[in-house]
């Protein structure tokens, strides 16, 4: 549970350490991640793809959000 | 002699606590129960040794390094679950050596991309927590996986010099080469540099991807151990089980003294930290005591660690600020007495 709260605030792009995000991200990341879940379980996808994609979309944005991050620090 | 004991207490009061706190826990026990000092429950305390040790030892490794593996559950998982798929078909040495390649890559993979995205560990591994979970979940085909042939658990439980088995001994092993590189090689240093004063590591020349690849390699590596050892043991895999690691090796980490400021800590620390909670749980259960009562216990021991600590860091700096104001009412005394030196002298 804390894991899969913990999950939606990242996709949602929020910065574990602190500094910027804001509570539209988070929503936005709960709504997309449930919506993918959803229709997963829909298609008839059992828990491990399910787990799977959730954890690919984790670390998918996560590496999104640091370059792009990065890349707008070095413009600076 | 006497002196060089002290000195070595006051140079780490974090590791001296924690030996004494194993041996306090494991004299109180000694003394209440008789059957606690026997060579048979040292086998038990042994044989959860090796599991628990090397996710502390995993978790020390990344706290040094000032961060930290969230994903070593769902690692040790899958590398449970590969060793216990592939045993009937190739051996169990092969087959841990394929689970051992497998979490190691993974950690070593994990650990560029942190250095390579410049994000905290933290943020990393909540993702690969659960990508690895669900991988597992594909490896197992979402059963448990079971050996058919019983010949691996009993030999890797077989008792040898009355308090080790194979598994233990091999985690022994393990231990003291660890420690052998965190102490005398210079990765080892460098991931103590990284940990301790990061920027000042950087600007120093140390590249930060080397010393975080070795270090998540190195976690990845006890994690497949472990759990590699636990599926082998039981002869069974589950790819949602041993979610509990992470927490317990973090406890154990802690009391044997690593700082989570990073930079400091080390192997033996590790040892002696899951040595104690291993004694506490032990002895809690011999003396008939009910699970959430160990709980209990465990916080408490961790806040009496973390009460000295926090204790000795305030004293350490404290005399520290005394020494510098001491020094600067000196060096003012000197510089005002060569005032009226230079006044006084004629001409």
């Known amino acids: 549970m804390t894991i899969m709260v913990i999950a939606t605030v990242m996709v949602g792009g929020n910065s574990i350490m602190g500094g910027y995000g804001s509570s539209l991200r988070s929503s936005i990341g709960a709504v997309f991640i449930s919506t993918v879940d959803n229709m997963m379980v829909l298609h008839g996808y059992n828990s491990g793809p399910r787990v799977l994609a959730v954890g690919l979309m984790i670390v998918f944005s996560i590496m999104v959000f640091a370059l792009v991050q990065r890349g707008s620090r070095s413009v600076e | 002699m006497f002196n060089r004991f002290k000195n070595w207490i006051s140079d780490n009061p974090d590791l001296s606590f924690a030996i004494l706190l194993s041996i306090c826990v494991y004299a109180y026990f000694g003394l209440t129960n008789e059957l606690f000092p026997t060579h048979r429950t040292g086998f038990a305390i042994m044989e959860r040794f090796a599991v628990l040790g090397l996710v502390g030892l995993a978790l020390t490794l990344c706290i040094i390094a000032g961060e930290i593996d969230l994903s070593i559950g769902s690692n040790a998982a899958l590398a ?128 930060l991807k080397r010393p975080m690849i070795i270090v ?87 806040i009496v660690v973390i009460m000295f600590q926090t204790g000795s860091r305030v004293f350490d700096e404290n005399q520290r600020r005394k020494q510098i104001l001491a020094d600067a009412d000196n060096l003012a005394k000197q510089l005002t007495k060569r005032k009226q030196f230079l006044k006084e002298r004629p001409g």
């Open chain 2, 80 to 207: 449970a679950v590969i060793t216990v798929r592939f045993t009937d078909s190739l051996g169990a040495p092969s087959a841990l050596l394929i689970a051992l390649l497998v979490s190691t890559s993974i950690g070593a993979i994990q650990g560029y991309f942190i250095a390579y995205l410049r994000v905290r560990a933290i943020v990393l591994t909540v993702g690969t927590l659960m990508l690895l979970r669900g991988v597992a979940l594909f490896a197992a085909e979402e059963k448990t996986v079971m050996l058919t042939d019983f010949r691996v658990p009993d030999f890797i439980s077989t008792k040898m010099l009355w308090y080790f088995s194979p598994a233990s001994l091999l985690v022994i092993l393990m231990f003291i080469i660890v420690g052998l590189f965190m102490g005398y090689t210079r990765f080892g240093r460098e991931i103590y540099a990284i940990g301790g004063a990061r920027k000042e590591a950087i600007a120093a020349g140390i590249s």
């Open chain 2, 216 to 302: 998540f390699a190195i976690s990845g590596l006890c994690a497949g151990l472990g759990g590699g050892i636990i599926g082998l043991r039981s002869g069974t895999a589950q790819a949602l089980g041993l979610q509990y690691v992470l927490l317990a090796g973090t406890v154990a980490a802690f009391i044997g003294g690593v700082s989570i400021m990073g930079g400091k800590g080390g192997v033996i620390g590790a040892a002696i930290g899951t040595l104690t909670v291993n004694f506490l749980n032990t002895g809690l259960v011999f003396n008939v005591t009910p699970a959430f009562m160990v709980q209990l216990y465990l916080g408490i021991l961790l």
